[in-house]
């Protein structure tokens, strides 16, 4: 039995449950899931049993509780050196890590107005000119990072690292929400929802049958 332990939210409407759970993944390292309900536990006790922010996700190594993303993804990345989390190139490294340290302190329009919620298909929308400049530069990033450092690979560096798990769910608010991209950045989000990791976490979300307001009531 593993002494890991990644505690995380509906998958639905967790993207940074998701993003947690797709680096745990790639680490190789066994770890047992443990899930707590966003809509059953609306005053936080559930969480705040794992980690004093009571927020998801959180990784739990023997008596070590690491919480927030971006920690879990350094910290997994030490525990796995070899399973390329970071891309081995110092200056993809330096970019990847750059990319998602924006992803963790920015988009504010665009997680406010375009929620997490993979399993709904809505209509497009004229969503205001701060989340147009958010997609602008999500697509920006993603096109200009393919093309310096992507190679021949599908993702941001090639290969699968822990930039495409910070922008899988972004990816997936794209299709929710029906915003369009172009290009480059149309192959990079269809790169990031057809791999199998994704796949398997969108079709775990699918079944799920918590609701967690006001996401699923998102025009």
């Not at 980690?51 to 993804?73: E, Y």
């Not at 990319?99 to 209509?123: Q, Y």
Request: proline content about 5%; some cysteine; aromatic content about 10%.
């Amino acid at each position: 039995m593993s002494d890991i332990t990644l505690v995380v939210g509906n998958r639905n409407f967790s993207s940074w449950s998701m993003r947690g759970w797709l680096v745990a993944v790639q680490s190789g390292l066994e770890f047992r899931e443990e899930r707590v309900w966003l809509d059953e536990d609306v005053d936080r006790s559930a969480r705040r049993r794992f980690s004093p922010v009571g927020k998801v996700p959180v990784l739990l190594h023997g008596d070590l509780a690491v919480w927030d993303s971006l920690a879990i993804a350094e910290y997994l990345a030490e525990l796995a050196p070899d399973a390329g989390i970071w891309p081995a190139d110092r200056a993809a490294r330096a970019r990847a890590r750059s990319l998602c340290a924006e992803m963790h302190a920015g988009f504010p329009a665009l997680r406010e107005r375009l929620p997490m919620n993979v399993t709904a298909r809505k209509p497009y929308l004229d969503r205001g000119e701060e989340v147009a400049a958010e997609v602008e530069r999500v697509a920006a990033m993603w096109t200009d990072t393919r093309r310096e450092f992507g190679g021949a690979g599908r993702y941001l560096f090639g290969d699968w690292c822990a930039a495409d798990a910070f922008y899988a769910p972004v990816a997936t608010r794209l299709v929710t929400y029906g915003v369009p991209v172009e290009g480059v950045a149309a192959e990079v989000r269809d790169a990031l929802l057809d791999h199998a990791w994704v796949r398997r976490w969108l079709a775990d979300a699918a079944a799920e049958d918590h609701v967690v307001e006001p996401y699923a009531s998102a025009p």
